[in-house]
């Protein structure tokens, strides 16, 4: 793999592109949605479930609604083999707040994941908690007013490197060890046994402020592909009338 493809949407609070995106998804992707209970988080769901369908349906050779996934045993989605036994596109998708993201690529394992700006309450806890003993040390070397974005950024390597390698929060992110460029996670036997990755190579998302993300796969050096940068998810599937009146 040479490239994955980059995807980042800001949704609109006011646009009703999630009408549209409701008839691409299957009953499980419904009912999962309905069954949140704060309305924005089951508008996410759908947006970001209808989103990533349409992205991947053409590589699939399928219409958005016949895109097929499975699951790993922790939750993991992948696309199913179509009926000619090729190797599907691989992918991965994270959202925070108002902002989506969605990386796609051939032949290697991929994470993503985004994580809005914020002041993180008891960095000292949960440092203690999620980090290795270096990690503490570097951020501790920080001035107080950089730690809780520097606490985000590493966050953000350790959790797209767990959902590349597909372990999910079933490994302690304290066995997670941030490197200059790749991500090492310190497996239990059981899962090394299985094959699942142990390096994954990792690379910041341009997002100029507005969110901490990364980008992590099996592959050294692949380039990133940037092919939506913050867009509206109405005005990027080309949809007219997505916004508040439509
Ligand atoms: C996925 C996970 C790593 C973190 O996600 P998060 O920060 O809450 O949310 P993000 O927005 O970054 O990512 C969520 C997306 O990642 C994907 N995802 C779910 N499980 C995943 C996994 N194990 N690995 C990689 N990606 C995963 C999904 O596409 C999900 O979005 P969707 O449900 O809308 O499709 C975390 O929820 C997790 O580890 N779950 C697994 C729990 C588990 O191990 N269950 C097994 C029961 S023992």
């Given at each position: 793999?040479?490239?994955?493809?980059?995807?980042?949407?800001?949704?609109?609070p006011?646009?009703?592109?999630e009408?549209?995106l409701?008839?691409?998804?299957?009953?499980?992707?419904?009912?999962?949605?309905?069954?949140?209970?704060?309305?924005?988080?089951?508008?996410l769901?759908?947006?970001?479930?209808?989103?990533?369908?349409?992205?991947?349906?053409?590589?699939?050779?399928?219409?958005?609604?016949?895109?097929?996934?499975?699951?790993?045993?922790?939750?993991?989605?992948?696309?199913?083999?179509?009926?000619?036994?090729?190797?599907?596109?691989?992918?991965?998708?994270?959202?925070?707040?108002?902002?989506?993201?969605?990386?796609?690529?051939?032949?290697?394992?991929?994470?993503?994941d985004?994580?809005?700006?914020?002041?993180?309450?008891?960095?000292?806890?949960?440092?203690?908690?999620?980090?290795?003993?270096?990690?503490?040390?570097?951020?501790?070397?920080?001035?107080?007013?950089?730690?809780?974005?520097s606490?985000?950024?590493?966050?953000?390597?350790k959790?797209?490197?767990?959902?590349?390698?597909?372990v999910?929060?079933?490994?302690?992110?304290?066995?997670v060890?941030?490197?200059?460029?790749?991500?090492?996670?310190d497996?239990?036997?059981?899962?090394?046994?299985?094959?699942f990755?142990d390096?994954?190579?990792?690379?910041?998302?341009?997002?100029?402020?507005?969110?901490?993300?990364?980008v992590?796969?099996?592959?050294?050096?692949?380039?990133?592909?940037?092919?939506?940068?913050c867009?509206d998810?109405?005005?990027?599937?080309?949809?007219?009338?997505?916004?508040p009146?439509?």
């Open positions: 793999m040479t490239h994955i493809d980059l995807y980042t949407f800001k949704i609109d006011a646009s009703r592109v009408r549209f409701l008839n691409c998804l299957d009953s499980a992707e419904r009912e999962r949605a309905s069954s949140f209970k704060i309305a924005k988080l089951a508008r769901a759908i947006i970001a479930r209808g989103v990533l369908r349409h992205i991947l349906a053409p590589r699939a050779g399928v219409s958005p609604a016949e895109v097929e996934f499975s699951y790993n045993e922790y939750g993991k989605p992948f696309l199913r083999k179509g009926r000619d036994g090729a190797e599907p596109a691989s992918f991965n998708l994270s959202h925070s707040e108002d902002f989506l993201a969605i990386a796609v690529g051939e032949g290697a394992r991929i994470g993503v985004i994580e809005c700006p914020r002041e993180i309450d008891g960095l000292d806890a949960l440092s203690g908690r999620f980090l290795t003993a270096a990690e503490r040390e570097m951020l501790s070397g920080l001035p107080e007013r950089r730690r809780s974005d606490f985000l950024r590493l966050w953000t390597w959790e797209a490197a767990i959902k590349a390698s597909g999910g929060l079933s490994l302690d992110p304290a066995r060890e941030v490197g200059a460029e790749s991500v090492a996670l497996l239990p036997e059981a899962l090394a046994s299985r094959g990755a390096r994954l190579y990792v690379s910041d998302i341009p997002a100029a402020g507005l969110f901490h993300g990364a992590a796969s099996d592959c050294p050096g692949a380039r990133i592909r940037l092919l939506a940068d867009q998810p109405g005005a990027f599937l080309g949809l007219e009338g997505s916004g009146s439509g």
